[in-house]
């Protein structure tokens, strides 16, 4: 078990995930295991709570466009669809992966589902302004600090409306629970290895504060969401900001 002490920073050790030559089966069963712990640990929370954010400082539209960025098999979107349907919004989403596992569970997830389309690319290749709203769920950890800046940069040029984050609080009771979890639900290496390692390279305020500083921008915000998960937006147009920290 990892104490409070070795979680003060975060981590800079690769997730298995991060190593696109290989993959196969074991991912796409990583992909699928993914979607019970998502469900577990309330990972579309934070994603709805700043898509609503955003359309609402838009004038709720009545058609709005979001792209997932490492989307995985997109499974939160799921959620976000019940969002559109509840708030009588026409809703187009886009998922966005290099890896041929997400798309490949990506279409059995959303068979049945016009609304949901697959683009395998890199959020760099995607074209500026493709969506109003660019998500990142579980994303933006795997990026150094030094990196970072220009990962949310970009995603903010992709979107027309802004951006959302939904990522890990990096606490030792959320990296308890996940070691827990990943050994309780899954003998799948990448879930065991990088279930508790995402948590070490989560966030905590002071890390998002400092992105904002690394953007040059003060219209960041975010908001510490069950269960132990931050919200951060970042809108394309200019709001005020205002910042709230987590435990």
Do not use: C
């Amino acid at each position: 078990m990892i104490g409070e002490r070795g979680l003060k920073r975060r981590s800079p050790k690769p997730e298995l995930m991060d190593d696109f030559s290989s993959g196969g089966e074991p991912l796409g069963e990583a992909l699928r295991h993914l979607r019970r712990l998502n469900r577990l640990f309330g990972a579309g929370g934070p994603i709805i709570y700043g898509i609503n954010h955003l359309w609402e400082k838009s004038g709720r539209p009545g058609s709005l466009t979001v792209l997932d960025v490492g989307s995985g098999s997109g499974d939160i979107n799921r959620q976000v669809l019940k969002w559109a349907n509840r708030r009588g919004v026409s809703l187009t989403v886009m998922l966005a992966d290099v890896t041929e596992e997400a798309e490949r569970e990506a279409a059995r997830l959303f068979s049945q589902e016009a609304r949901v389309s697959f683009i395998r690319k890199d959020l760099f290749e995607l074209a500026d302004g493709a969506a109003d709203i660019v998500t990142a769920s579980q994303f933006v950890h795997h990026f150094s600090k030094e990196r970072l800046p220009d990962v949310v940069k970009r995603m903010r040029s992709v979107s027309q409306l802004g951006v959302v984050v939904g990522d890990i609080h990096r606490h030792w009771i959320p990296w308890t629970a996940v070691w827990l979890a990943t050994r309780l639900l899954s003998r799948n290496r990448y879930i065991r290895h990088d279930g508790p390692l995402s948590v070490a390279k989560g966030f905590r305020g002071t890390d998002i504060r400092e992105l904002a500083e690394q953007l040059g921008t003060d219209d960041l915000t975010y908001r510490w969401r069950p269960l132990f998960r931050y919200a951060v937006i970042v809108p394309k147009r200019r709001e005020a900001g205002r910042h709230e920290d987590g435990v």
